[in-house]
T-cell receptor
Framework: DTEVTQTPKHLVMGMTNKKSLKCEQH?????MYWYKQKAKKPPELMFV???????INESVPSRFSPECPNSSLLNLHLHALQPEDSALYLC????????????FGAGTRLSVL | KNQVEQSPQSLIILEGKNCTLQ??????????LRWYKQDTGRGPVSLTI?????NTKSNGRYTATLDADTKQSSLHITASQLSDSASYIC???????????FGAGTRLTVKP
């Protein structure tokens, strides 16, 4: 199983809502990543978890809050988002941080109204 | 300034033709270089990964090359198919944390 599963596939939320994006992998990978991707741009790294500890936070606003409950799960909690936060949010995992094939999920298409 | 530069920005070729995409990087110390294919609206899919000691790696009709001395990589696509239409992204890992630096991608369109 080389799948990274992201839910939901699509999400529409208002600026006052609280929502969460979920990501799951069962490949035994110890590194998990959140990326934000705008149209026609490459993915931008947001967070990296290595062995369930936050390893990298690329100066992401606090309205995005990551959580890694266990080695298979990664969440991204959203609160008080802005319209400019609308994007494709991608989750990925790899054997270790920066090593091995990085498997991406299909993404969550987020629209903030 | 982006430390991973890809060229061309976009490319249109006819089905069955070959093409080569370029990736130049300045990040160091180098750890590995990856090429990804991303279809519109989907997550990227890994094509190849190369470390310092590897100078060529193939995956079907995709062949990646790496010159660690000149810090250049290329992705050659042979006998292109319509399904090759996608964005191709070069990612270089470097440093103690293997920080990944993404290129802006090349948008390839294969026409019948």
């Amino acid at each position: 199983d080389t799948e990274v599963t992201q839910t939901p596939k699509h999400l529409v939320m208002g600026m006052t809502n609280k929502k969460s994006l979920k990501c799951e992998q069962h490949m035994g990978h110890r590194a998990m990543y959140w990326y934000k991707q705008k149209a026609k741009k490459p993915p931008e790294l947001m967070f990296v978890y290595s062995y369930e500890k936050l390893s990298i936070n690329e100066s992401v606003p606090s309205r995005f809050s990551p959580e890694c409950p266990n080695s298979s799960l990664l969440n991204l909690h959203l609160h008080a988002l802005q319209p400019e936060d609308s994007a494709l949010y991608l989750c990925a995992s790899s054997q270790a941080q920066g090593f091995g094939i990085q498997y991406f999920g299909a993404g969550t298409r987020l629209s903030v109204l | 300034k982006n430390q991973v530069e890809q060229s061309p920005q976009s490319l249109i070729i006819l089905e069955g033709k070959n093409c080569t995409l370029q990736c130049n990087y300045t990040v160091s110390p180098f750890s590995n270089l990856r090429w990804y294919k991303q279809d519109t609206g989907r997550g990227p899919v890994s094509l190849t990964i190369m470390t310092f000691s590897e100078n060529t790696k193939s995956n079907g009709r995709y062949t990646a090359t790496l010159d660690a001395d000149t810090k250049q990589s290329s992705l050659h696509i042979t006998a292109s198919q319509l399904s090759d239409s996608a964005s191709y992204i070069c990612v270089v890992s470097a440093g103690y944390n293997n920080d990944m630096r993404f290129g802006a991608g090349t948008r390839l369109t294969v026409k019948p």
